[in-house]
Nanobody
């Protein structure tokens, strides 16, 4: 079992920055691919970013490419999502997810086995 706890969400103005953290506990973190997804009210969950366990492979949604950066610190069992130049359309609940079956990141939520409880990000204009 893996437990994931997100933190770092909050209210920020347009153009501001936030860094989300996802602390993992349980089984070996360094063998997992990690992903971030988000869900806005009335919308389906969507892929944001993903990273291989080594950090060598990353993937981003087109809507966040160049603004968001995903990373991991295996020594701390933590994944991060640095979000810069935030826009109102980035407002959502952000979830981190772990994919123990593969070290390769995936853009599909159903390929992740473990999910955090989510953290709210609100970007005001």
């Amino acid at each position: 079992q893996v437990q994931l706890v997100e933190s770092g969400g909050g209210l920020v103005q347009v153009g501001g920055s936030l860094r989300l953290s996802c602390a993992a506990s349980g089984r070996t973190f360094s063998r997992y691919a990690m992903g971030w997804f988000r869900q806005a009210p009335g919308q389906e969950r969507e892929f944001v970013a993903a990273v291989s366990w080594s950090g060598a492979i990353t993937s981003y949604a087109d809507s966040v490419k160049g603004r968001f950066t995903i990373s991991t610190d295996n020594a701390k069992n933590t994944a991060y999502l640095q979000m810069n130049s935030l826009k109102p359309e980035d407002t959502a609940v952000y979830y981190c997810a772990a994919r123990p079956r593969s070290v390769v990141p995936s853009t599909y939520g159903y390929e992740y086995d473990y999910w955090g409880q989510g953290t709210q990000v609100t970007v005001s204009s």
